[in-house]
């Protein structure tokens, strides 16, 4: 993932001239990966999240998939080399048949996610493999004792795609397959010699094989703890990232907010201005999401009401004005004297009075 990081990197700080030189490249890269890609989707699990875990299990599996793509080249030459054998053993044509479906199970089984369990039927697989390759010799010789040193593959195996508590009881079941196959299989006559040669001290002669399991279980456990930090660290990258994104969107998102604040309040304070200045025809215009539309919306209603009563008010003024000239009309009719001021009824309730007095 590291690697996937810092290619992007060196990609976006290339210049253009050197990115066209390095095509040629790119492009037998991007075919290895396209090959890769495809093998990979076909024997190993889809991504399903970003969590260690998920990350931990992705990784285990694509070792399965590269063992898997190993075992899918070396099985078909092992059968080609059967069929070209003058006398091909059926034992063995049988033992690469059950091999093959073993892989295609562990293969299978990665697809579906069951990642333990493929690799444990892997690890099965490899024990069975290096115990044939023994078990076949009529009897065990001095040089078995050096190929017994093979059982460290199943370990190596086991400690790559297995959770980092199974390879003690990995490396255990390598120490008790060696030592009982030891001491249960034949010897040939040089063997069983030095093994009277030892007497007591037989277990020196396993004792080189059993070391080689020892240490390659501790450097397989310093390997994936190394490995447990490096995805946490890298972890923890991607959260920072995905933090420092988060923060700067929030940010972004407050610097709109203020400045939509900014301008609902710029407003609100030009209408309050325009109103105690007297003029109650203005308005605030904002949207539904504005943080202030509410305000805006009671101040609207506010100037609608203070509209609605100054124009009562108005009206309340002529219809008071009008009946005072007709009053005075009234009056000056019985005194018979003319009248100063013309009599102009426009309000409802004036004109209502001067026809019912019959004026």
Not at 4 to 19: E, G, I, M, N
Not at 272 to 282: D, K, P, T, W
Request: charge should be positive; aromatic fraction near 6%.
């Amino acid at each position: 993932m590291m690697d996937t990081f810092q290619k992007s990197a060196q990609h976006a700080l290339l210049p253009d001239a050197r990115q066209q030189l390095l095509q040629p490249s790119k492009v037998s890269e991007g075919i290895g990966a396209c090959v890769w890609g495809w093998w990979a989707a076909l024997t190993g699990p889809v991504a399903s999240g970003n969590s260690l875990e998920e990350q931990e299990r992705q990784r285990r599996a694509c070792i399965i998939s590269s063992i898997l793509l190993v075992a899918a080249i070396i099985l078909p030459l092992a059968l080609l080399l059967s069929a070209f054998n003058a006398a091909p053993s059926l034992l063995h044509l049988i033992a690469i048949i059950i091999f093959a479906s073993g892989f295609l199970s562990v293969a299978l089984l990665n697809r579906r996610g069951h990642t333990v369990l493929s690799a444990l039927l892997c690890e099965l697989l490899i024990d069975m493999i290096v115990a044939s390759y023994l078990i076949i010799k009529p009897a065990l010789t001095i040089n078995a004792l050096s190929e017994f040193d093979l059982f460290i593959l199943v370990a190596l195996v086991g400690g790559a795609t297995l959770p980092r508590a199974f390879i003690p009881l990995t490396v255990l079941i390598q120490i008790m397959l060696i030592t009982g196959m030891f001491f249960l299989r034949p010897h040939d006559s040089a063997l069983i010699q030095l093994i009277q040669q030892q007497g007591d001290q037989v277990y020196r002669l396993l004792m080189f094989p059993i070391l080689l399991q020892l240490v390659g279980a501790g450097i397989i456990m310093i390997y994936t703890g190394s490995v447990e930090r490096t995805l946490k660290r890298v972890n923890r990258v991607e959260e920072l990232v995905v933090a420092q994104a988060e923060l700067a969107r929030q940010a972004t998102q407050l610097r709109e907010r203020d400045r939509s604040l900014k301008e609902g309040i710029t407003q609100i304070l030009a209408a309050q201005r325009q109103i105690a200045a007297g003029n109650l025809s203005v308005g605030v215009c904002m949207r539904e999401d504005h943080e202030l539309w509410q305000i805006g919306q009671s101040l609207n209603q506010l100037l609608k009401r203070l509209n609605l009563q100054a124009q009562e008010y108005r009206t309340l003024r002529q219809t008071q004005q009008e009946i005072e000239l007709l009053t005075d009309f009234l009056f000056s009719k019985r005194a018979r004297a003319p009248l100063s001021t013309p009599l102009i009824c426009r309000t409802p309730l004036s004109q209502r009075l001067f026809l019912a007095l019959g004026l």
